[in-house]
Nanobody, 125 residues
Framework: QAQLVESGGRLVQTGGSLRLSCAAS????????MGWFRQAPGKEREFVAV????????YYADSVKGRFTISRDNAKNTVDLQMNSLKPEDTAVYYC??????????????????WGKGTLVTVSS
């Protein structure tokens, strides 16, 4: 049974850094685009970042561009999200996702095949 499991979420101060990791299992995700979404309290889930199956193409939400970096290791079946210069508005549950769609469509919230259960990131002011 294929699944995605996120880890790395915790409480961090404004300006700090955090690295989230998503471990995929149950099948190979090397041909899937992998992404991160987040959902803040009282808000809808929103796109954060996506990386193509070979890692050559990435898209970021404007709100995280220049601060967050997505990467993947197909040999380990993992995708990471390095988050720097964190702000209180980055507080959210972060979800890992996998999709057979092109990254551009993932960035627009379409056609997700798998979702993780999320990991909580809290940025204190």
């Amino acid at each position: 049974q294929a699944q995605l499991v996120e880890s790395g979420g915790r409480l961090v101060q404004t300006g700090g850094s955090l690295r989230l990791s998503c471990a995929a299992s149950g099948r190979t995700f090397s041909t899937y685009a992998m992404g991160w979404f987040r959902q803040a309290p009282g808000k809808e889930r929103e796109f954060v970042a996506v990386i193509s199956w070979i890692g050559a193409i990435t898209y970021y939400a404007d709100s995280v561009k220049g601060r967050f970096t997505i990467s993947r290791d197909n040999a380990k079946n993992t995708v990471d999200l390095q988050m720097n210069s964190l702000k209180p508005e980055d507080t959210a549950v972060y979800y890992c996702t996998a999709s057979t769609a092109q990254p551009i469509w993932v960035s627009r919230g379409a056609n997700m095949d798998y979702w993780g259960k999320g990991t909580l990131v809290t940025v204190s002011s």
